[in-house]
């Protein structure tokens, strides 16, 4: 038995650790892992915690498609939405050309130092 073959040298420990994850694999030795200890049941949900929850689903599942009908609109809103987004543009460009034009400009004279 080599020891730098990684399933050899792992091998005891899996034998050693298989009882305790077989409590985890099925209801017949689940029910040997709990009664041992080593396995636990899962918990009544708290009263608060019932309550809360929502009785329908009213999600969508992975995988799934939505199949409800979107309101559409109108054509009105687009426009609106349109000259606005104009405007905005408008106003950015007049921004950007009125930054250029002061980073243009030459930088002051350096101060003279008065001699005496």
């Known amino acids: ?16 650790c298989a009882p305790f994850l077989a ?18 049941t899962p918990q009544e949900s708290k009263p608060f915690v019932k309550e809360s929850r929502s ?3 009213d999600y969508i599942s992975v995988g799934t498609s939505a199949t409800r009908a979107a309101p559409r609109k109108p ?17 950015n460009e007049a ?11 030459a930088p002051p004279a350096p101060a003279t130092v008065p001699t005496n």
């Not at 409590?23 to 636990?40: I, Q, R, S």
């Not at 054509?75 to 106003?91: G, H, N, P, Q, W």
């Not at 950007?96 to 243009?104: I, M, P, T, V």
């Open 95 to 105: 921004a950007g050309e009125q930054a250029k034009s002061l980073g243009a400009t």
């Open 23 to 40: 409590g985890c694999a099925g209801d017949g030795a689940k029910g040997v892992a709990e009664a041992a200890g080593l396995a636990t």
């Open 75 to 91: 054509v009105a809103d687009f426009k609106t939405l349109e000259t606005d987004l104009e405007a905005k543009r408008i106003s």
């Open 55 to 57: 009785t329908t689903q």
């Open 1 to 16: 038995m080599s020891l730098n073959n990684p399933t050899t040298r792992f091998l005891p420990l899996l034998l050693l």
